[in-house]
């Protein structure tokens, strides 16, 4: 019998969730471990995921983050702020209707606009419809205004941005939140497309946490790992 291919698709996105005991979900809480640890300096409870180019696995890794984050007993809230090529309510399989913009925009209350996932204490909040001006959403009083209330209910924001060399939107993002995660694809992200999202987030005032080593092939066996690199 063939297993449906969204359910597939969605189980291997989600690995943190259906198959906590994956040698890639350990990964993952390595990175939590990595994230708590560097919480010395103070609370981590904004994090942004962003990477410099597109399909570089921010997405997947922003929501196995949260995942992991939830499993540990923390309220966790998922924002798609990729209000250009959202992803979110594919991986998680849920409505779009409303989100992050018509909350924004005042066409929907926090209430409406938040949804409850499957995974125990994270809660969803999708992208919404995609504006005509996602910059000055982002960079609005109303955003700022809506961060400081979420985290009057949540422990934890995790937030998932477009790619810092395609748009503004991730700096704006990264002056917003206490930290942030950088994922680059072995094989795929160039050196120097890397090192210039590090300068732009840098001169954006982000905190840079540290860098996620996605999909590097460790031998035939053992499959794709996914790495952690602290911000040395």
């Known amino acids: 019998m063939k297993r449906n291919k969204k359910i597939v698709s969605k189980q291997r996105s989600l690995v943190a969730f259906y198959n906590p005991k994956s040698t890639t979900a350990e990964q993952y809480r390595t990175i939590r471990t990595n994230i708590d640890f560097s919480q010395v300096s103070g609370d981590l409870k904004t994090i942004m995921v962003s990477s410099s180019g597109p399909g570089e696995g921010k997405s997947t890794t922003a929501a196995n983050i949260a995942i992991v984050m939830a499993q540990q007993g923390k309220n966790v809230l998922l924002i798609?702020?990729?209000?250009?090529?959202?992803?979110?309510?594919?991986?998680?399989?849920?409505?779009?209707?409303?989100?992050l913009t018509t909350l924004l925009t005042k066409k929907a209350t926090f209430d409406e606009a938040v949804q409850k996932t499957e995974v125990d204490n994270l809660y969803l909040l999708t992208s919404?419809?995609?504006?005509?001006?996602?910059?000055?959403?982002?960079?609005?009083?109303a955003m700022s205004s809506f961060l400081k209330?979420?985290?009057?209910?949540?422990?934890?924001?995790?937030?998932?941005?477009?790619?810092?060399l395609a748009v503004t939107d991730a700096q704006i993002l990264a002056s917003l939140c206490d930290g942030t995660v950088l994922v680059v694809r072995s094989r795929t992200t160039e050196k120097e497309a890397a090192i210039k999202a590090k300068e732009l987030l840098l001169k954006a005032k982000a905190k840079i946490l540290g860098v996620v080593l996605n999909a590097k092939p460790v031998n035939k066996s053992d499959g794709y790992y996914y790495y952690y690199y602290g911000n040395d």
Do not use: Q
Request: no cysteine; proline share 14%.
């Open 149 to 164: 209330h979420a985290l009057t209910l949540f422990d934890t924001v995790i937030i998932d941005t477009p790619p810092v």
């Open 128 to 141: 919404g419809p995609i504006p005509p001006n996602p910059a000055e959403l982002l960079s609005s009083a």
């Open 80 to 99: 798609d702020a990729d209000l250009r090529k959202p992803t979110m309510h594919y991986t998680f399989r849920v409505g779009n209707i409303d989100g």
